[in-house]
């Protein structure tokens, strides 16, 4: 859902005047971001909420290699 409204919303920034596409183009990627991060964060509660979580130590151990 969020995919079609951002393709109309940019198919519609198009139509616009060259100095407010940047501007809109701005606003739609920080709106994006924001609203992942949000999205991501609802994840992480409900993760938490049903008991879907490990150990700093277990997290290490897993990520081992990249926290290298």
Excluded at 6 to 20: I, V
Excluded at 23 to 46: D, H, N, P, W, Y
Excluded at 48 to 63: C, F, P, T, Y
Aim: overall charge positive.
């Amino acid at each position: 859902a969020m995919t079609k409204t951002l393709e109309k919303a940019g198919s519609a920034a198009g139509r616009l005047p060259s100095k407010l596409q940047n501007q809109v183009a701005g606003f739609l990627m920080e709106e994006v971001t924001r609203t992942e991060l949000l999205s991501k964060i609802e994840r992480a509660e409900r993760d938490i909420q049903a008991g879907r979580v490990v150990s700093n130590q277990e997290a290490r151990k897993r990520l081992g290699r990249w926290l290298k």
